[in-house]
């Protein structure tokens, strides 16, 4: 980057050449904020250089010769500073486990990329056994790095915009596993005296997703009112963060205790203040109800390790932490919670998500519909044969 000192009235200016995806430059005055009274000029030109040297980390030189990749990190450089971090992390990981290594031996040049070349990788992954709705989050990426380049006038269009994904199968999509009434029982019954019983309970008693479960404060809960506020969770990629906020608007809600767990809670509230107690500067002081002995929050990581881990060693089917929220849905579903109902105590933004994930009634419950039924059509006549008995009725063979 190179550029003048300048003077305008009584400033000192940087008027800096700078060039374009066509190798011309344009000139743009900036100041330096400098008085020509009373500043040398060996002050000003040091002020030219920062200035200069700050342009030319901001307006590296890309054009439609550029690789493909080497833009793609450009952008996520740029894009670090505008979203969550571990929102950033996982574009991150998308960016490093798939489309580095799928792309890395092409060297294709962004004006080389073509919208078959991202099909052919979508595609690619699609066989690889990734979900469509994977393969979107990796389309955001790429997406928004070429758009970028299509807003810096690099590309004339943005070869993304033409790829055509496939429809998500319903029949194929995945489900979580949902415990039985009674598997729920033992469930707890084995996590019983264990440090993620409190989680355990919060998962399978009020749907909650992990992030959540790790997010609650006992400031979050009202002994008093008899209610439980979903505003904070505890999430990890790489780097452990808490937010006072949630997955979204709809997963910010307030749920009513059940009055089987009012006791246990207060009894973990009790039995942590007196850690604290005994351990005094020891203790790590915190509002979260999920901690250590010791007071330290417990991570994500370890929760889905562990349960998993406990699992193995019961006779209960292996199932991950998540589920524990599918069965919560799946039990209330079964037993006559309406759709409403159960999408507001999961905090789905939509009913329809709620549908999509809990149609899958178990044996008892089709089998009480096919009772309703039988009820509605013999009429409750206990005595006399209803239409639909002499109608399939199997006559007896001569």
Known sequence: ?????????????????IP???????????????????TSRREANRVMQRILADLEAQNAVYST????????DKWMEQKQ?????????????????????????????????????????YNRKLRDG???????KHHAVIR???????????????????????????QRRFHGTAYTAEQALHLLQVFKGDVLEPTVILGLCYGLRRSEVLGLRWSDIDFDAGTLSIQNTVTRMKTLLEHEETKSAASKRLLYLMSDTIPYLRRLHTEQQKHQTFLGEAYHISDHVCVWPDGRPLSPDYVSQHFKRILTKSDLQPIRFHDLRHTAGSLL??????????????????ASTTLDIYTHIDKEAKLGT?????LVLHGHQDEERSMLEETLEIPDMP
């Open 20 to 38: 374009d995806v066509t190798g011309r430059s344009k000139s743009k005055w900036i100041s330096t904020g400098l008085d020509v009274k009373g």
């Open 370 to 374: 096919a009772r309703s039924m039988e």
């Open 144 to 170: 928004g790095a070429l758009r970028e380049a299509v807003k810096k006038r690099m590309l004339t269009f943005n070869p993304a915009d033409q790829v055509t994904f496939p429809r998500q199968n319903k």
């Open 130 to 136: 990734l979900a469509v709705n994977t393969l979107k």
């Open 81 to 121: 500073q505008g979203i969550r971090l571990n929102t950033w992390e996982s574009y991150q990981l998308y960016l490093e486990v798939h489309i580095r290594p799928y792309f890395a031996p092409k060297k294709l040049t962004l004006n080389k990329l073509t919208a078959q070349h991202l099909q052919d990788y």
């Open 65 to 72: 010769e550029t690789p493909f990749l080497v833009w793609v």
């Open 333 to 350: 579903m079964n037993n006559g919670v309406t759709i409403k109902q159960v999408q507001e105590f999961l905090g789905h933004e939509k």
């Open 1 to 17: 980057m190179t550029g003048s000192l300048q003077t305008k009235g009584n400033k000192y200016y940087v008027v800096a050449r």
